[in-house]
């Protein structure tokens, strides 16, 4: 446990997440009024906020009487920017010298850092400004620094094809899957549970459809996403009932790609794969996250890595000429040669996309809420474990062309999706860097409105099966609200 006192409330979320990003397997918490602490502490940091100054005390027990590193920043509070920028460098270079550490993307902490140097860019700066930037406001690495500028010019090449005034995009939410992983918090069920009740999900989503394609009639369409959960989980019929519903209301002739998350390799046959083919889905995830086995039981994927492969090679009988794969790095007890292994394997399929993602550790996920249970399990994500996955993909002649960030994530680092020329996925970019507006239909889905100044509003679905089921009316009064001009 950490814990850091301020003398008021400010920042808050700031400070959490820098601390979390040194600390990732540690409870932090942060605040005025703090909580006897049930763990041991491990250090205490106090901040007290000043008129023109912040003054940072690190104490190596709460109880101790010295501090053992001070800061002091001189800041403006009017500018809130700046202020926030200066007190988040101030902790980094206290808990650097602490740890002996420096974090790839520096004090930078939001979970898109691609959207400072594309916001640079569309000014017209030069390159030399934007690392300039960002190597003196976050103390961001060189790596990183290129990789971001790297992803910012594919993404405003890719988002000159879109039309943001006259065009949207849909999200399509399916939240059953075969069963739950380790790691997972997205909304999610078991589709076991729920299997009676499908359809009854389906004439729910339908009505929510139906309000979307009504209310977007006059615009383009540019991208379709169906995720969740894993949509494949639904039975041929049940897929086949969804994907000509989309079809059947939606005017695609605008629509730049449909995806579908096959996501589980258990989910998949070769009747759902010609079914999605002949609706007309453009791209399609097969997610085996890991290709080694033993990983596979420990996460909860009851898919074995012969199963990726055969459902890669089905895919690919069927028609599909783009297809990404999910990979995860620093999953439990996984060295750099296991992670070698999987991109080996990885390599000899050769995917059109790529997409890998560094572990994040949710508080929802059953990994964080049942600790004590995985207490002997370890975790390992490096530089060099990132470098391996970059050089694979640079060997598959993919190029890095969106990436995110989390909180919690193993080594601080970020998710990066590559891919071969022209199999970019559109629909990615537009959920990271909301230049669009993306209507979303489904238990748990968020939709947002971005105004034409920037603004972003959203609102979101209610995450639970049954309640979203029951309250669908509810759902779509939310959107005709959001919607409305």
């Given at each position: 446990?950490i814990?850091?006192?301020?003398?008021?409330?400010?920042?808050?979320?700031d400070?959490?997440?820098?601390?979390?990003?040194?600390?990732?397997s540690?409870?932090?918490?942060?605040?005025?009024?703090?909580?006897?602490?049930?763990?041991?502490i491990s250090?205490?940091?106090?901040?007290?906020?000043?008129?023109?100054?912040?003054?940072?005390?690190?104490?190596?027990?709460?109880?101790?009487?010295?501090?053992?590193?001070?800061?002091?920043?001189?800041?403006?509070?009017?500018?809130?920017k700046?202020t926030?920028?200066?007190?988040?460098r101030?902790?980094y270079?206290?808990?650097?010298?602490?740890t002996?550490?420096?974090?790839?993307w520096?004090?930078?902490?939001?979970?898109?850092?691609?959207?400072?140097?594309?916001?640079?860019?569309?000014?017209g700066?030069?390159?030399?400004?934007?690392?300039?930037?960002?190597?003196?406001?976050?103390f961001?690495?060189?790596?990183?620094?290129?990789?971001?500028?790297?992803?910012?010019?594919?993404e405003?090449?890719?988002?000159?094809?879109?039309?943001y005034?006259?065009g949207?995009?849909?999200?399509?939410?399916?939240?059953?899957?075969?069963?739950?992983?380790?790691?997972?918090?997205?909304?999610?069920?078991?589709?076991?549970v729920?299997e009676?009740?499908?359809?009854?999900?389906?004439?729910?989503?339908?009505?929510?459809?139906?309000?979307?394609?009504?209310?977007?009639?006059?615009?383009?369409?540019?991208?379709?996403?169906?995720?969740?959960?894993?949509?494949?989980?639904?039975?041929?019929k049940?897929?086949?009932?969804?994907?000509?519903?989309i079809?059947?209301?939606f005017?695609?002739?605008?629509?730049?790609?449909?995806?579908?998350?096959a996501?589980?390799?258990?989910?998949?046959?070769?009747?759902?794969?010609?079914?999605l083919?002949?609706?007309?889905?453009?791209?399609?995830?097969?997610?085996?996250?890991?290709?080694?086995?033993?990983?596979?039981?420990?996460?909860?994927?009851?898919?074995?890595?012969?199963?990726?492969?055969?459902?890669?090679?089905?895919?690919?009988?069927a028609?599909f000429?783009?297809i990404?794969?999910?990979?995860?790095?620093?999953?439990?007890?996984?060295?750099?040669?296991?992670?070698?292994?999987?991109?080996?394997?990885i390599?000899?399929?050769?995917?059109?996309?790529?997409?890998?993602h560094s572990?994040a550790?949710k508080?929802?996920?059953?990994?964080?809420?049942?600790?004590?249970?995985?207490?002997?399990?370890?975790f390992?994500?490096?530089?060099d474990?990132?470098?391996?996955?970059?050089?694979?993909?640079?060997?598959?002649?993919?190029?890095?062309?969106?990436?995110?960030r989390?909180?919690?994530?193993?080594?601080?680092?970020?998710?990066?999706?590559?891919?071969?020329?022209?199999?970019?996925?559109?629909?990615?970019?537009?959920?990271?860097?909301?230049?669009?507006?993306?209507?979303?239909?489904?238990?748990g889905s968020?939709?947002?409105?971005?105004?034409?100044?920037?603004?972003?509003?959203?609102?979101?679905?209610?995450?639970?099966?049954?309640?979203?089921?029951?309250?669908?009316?509810?759902?779509?009064?939310?959107?005709?609200?959001?919607?409305?001009?």
């Open positions: 446990m814990t850091v006192q301020l003398n008021k409330a400010d920042f808050e979320y400070i959490h997440s820098l601390v979390k990003a040194f600390f990732p540690e409870d932090v918490q942060v605040g005025v009024s703090l909580k006897e602490a049930k763990e041991e250090f205490h940091i106090v901040t007290n906020y000043r008129k023109d100054t912040i003054e940072i005390l690190f104490f190596s027990k709460k109880e101790s009487d010295e501090p053992r590193l001070c800061r002091i920043v001189e800041v403006d509070f009017s500018d809130r700046e926030k920028n200066r007190l988040k101030a902790y270079r206290m808990l650097s010298e602490y002996g550490r420096k974090l790839p520096g004090s930078l902490t939001g979970i898109r850092p691609v959207k400072i140097p594309m916001a640079f860019l569309e000014e700066k030069e390159e030399g400004f934007i690392r300039n930037y960002m190597r003196e406001t976050y961001a690495s060189e790596e990183k620094i290129n990789l971001s500028i790297d992803v910012a010019k594919r405003l090449a890719l988002l000159k094809k879109l039309d005034r006259n949207y995009s849909l999200y399509i939410g399916i939240p059953f899957c075969p069963s739950t992983c380790l790691y997972c918090s997205f909304t999610s069920y078991p589709f076991a729920w009676r009740r499908a359809d009854e999900y389906l004439d729910a989503l339908e009505k929510e459809i139906d309000f979307a394609a009504e209310h977007f009639q006059k615009m383009r369409l540019n991208t379709v996403y169906v995720g969740g959960g894993t949509p494949t989980t639904l039975a041929p049940q897929l086949c009932r969804l994907m000509q519903k079809r059947k209301s005017d695609l002739s605008y629509c730049l790609e449909i995806t579908v998350e996501g589980r390799p258990d989910s998949i046959t070769k009747e759902k794969l010609e079914i083919r002949d609706c007309g889905v453009t791209r399609i995830s097969i997610n085996p996250q890991t290709m080694n086995e033993e990983t596979l039981k420990i996460i909860g994927r009851r898919h074995t890595p012969k199963q990726t492969e055969e459902s890669f090679f089905l895919a690919r009988e028609g000429d783009n990404n794969m999910d990979l995860i790095v620093g999953l439990p007890n996984e060295t750099l040669l296991d992670v070698e292994e999987t991109m080996r394997k390599f000899r399929l050769n995917p059109d996309n790529l997409t890998v572990l550790l508080r929802a996920a059953r990994l964080s809420m049942f600790r004590e249970e995985y207490q002997d399990l370890t390992e994500n490096t530089e474990t990132i470098a391996l996955t970059a050089s694979y993909a640079n060997r598959m002649n993919m190029e890095p062309y969106y990436l995110y989390q909180k919690n994530m193993a080594g601080n680092f970020e998710n990066v999706g590559y891919a071969k020329p022209g199999k970019a996925g559109i629909y990615n970019i537009l959920i990271m860097e909301e230049k669009q507006t993306i209507v979303a239909c489904g238990a968020i939709s947002k409105r971005v105004y034409p100044d920037g603004k972003i509003e959203r609102c979101e679905n209610v995450k639970d099966v049954a309640q979203y089921i029951e309250r669908i009316d509810e759902m779509i009064e939310r959107k005709r609200v959001l919607l409305e001009d």
